[in-house]
Antibody, heavy 119, light 110 residues
Framework: EVQLVESGGGLVQPGGSLRLSCAAS????????MNWVRQAPGKGLEWVSY????????YYADSVKGRFTISRDNAKNAVYLQMNSLRAEDTAVYYC????????????WGQGNLVTVSS | QSALTQPRSVSGSPGQSVTISCTGT?????????VSWYQQHPGKAPKLMIY???KRPSGVPDRFSASKSGNTASLTISGLQAEDEADYYC??????????FGTGTKVTVL
């Protein structure tokens, strides 16, 4: 069974940092591209970041570019999102989502992890 | 990138059909046949319902169908059921491994 489990969220002050983790199981993790997608309270979904299966290619939404860093450890079946210089508008539930092989859709999602940026 | 445009809400009685539109641009919806649709119930993670414009993953009822014309994609739910009441989001590949989601549509079963 495919499982994606996020962790690391919580309350952080504006300007602070947080690192989200997503633990994967039930599939060959090294064959999948991974993404982070977020959803502000009561709002829609927003794509945040992409990392290729090998970790060699990454992309970011303009809203987080220069502040967030995506990475992965295929030996640990995990993907990470390092979030720096956090702002109130980064408050959201963050989901990790899988893209299998050379597809272009998110077929499995984690349960989500809430990040709250507030003083 | 700007979010794709969806109607805020649609509604229908059980058994009826509803259609949700998703309007993008020639740089996203119009450029690629990689539109997907997600269903999200309150407090839950999104669930893939349609991929590659009109393909259904295993386990998704054939009541769900979708298409695309130009810069606009559409999702149709036929034979509406109570469990279909949820938020629905379209998503388009936008090149260079980036994606753009729609604004979301709340489907209400009357």
């Amino acid at each position: 069974e495919v499982q994606l489990v996020e962790s690391g969220g919580g309350l952080v002050q504006p300007g602070g940092s947080l690192r989200l983790s997503c633990a994967a199981s039930g599939f060959t993790f090294s064959r999948c591209d991974m993404n982070w997608v977020r959803q502000a309270p009561g709002k829609g979904l927003e794509w945040v970041s992409y990392i290729s299966s090998t970790g060699s290619t990454v992309y970011y939404a303009d809203s987080v570019k220069g502040r967030f860093t995506i990475s992965r450890d295929n030996a640990k079946n995990a993907v990470y999102l390092q979030m720096n210089s956090l702002r109130a508008e980064d408050t959201a539930v963050y989901y990790c989502a899988r893209v299998w092989a050379v597809e272009y859709y998110f077929d499995y999602w984690g349960q989500g992890n809430l990040v709250t940026v507030s003083s | 990138q700007s979010a794709l445009t969806q109607p805020r809400s649609v509604s229908g009685s059980p058994g009826q059909s509803v259609t949700i539109s998703c309007t993008g641009t020639s740089s996203d919806v119009g450029a690629f046949d990689y539109v997907s649709w997600y269903q999200q119930h309150p407090g839950k993670a999104p669930k893939l319902m349609i991929y590659d414009v009109s393909k259904r993953p295993s386990g998704v009822p054939d009541r769900f169908s979708a298409s695309k014309s130009g810069n606009t994609a559409s999702l149709t739910i036929s034979g509406l059921q109570a469990e279909d009441e949820a938020d629905y989001y379209c998503c388009s590949y936008a090149g260079s491994y980036t994606y753009v989601f729609g604004t979301g549509t709340k489907v209400t079963v009357l």
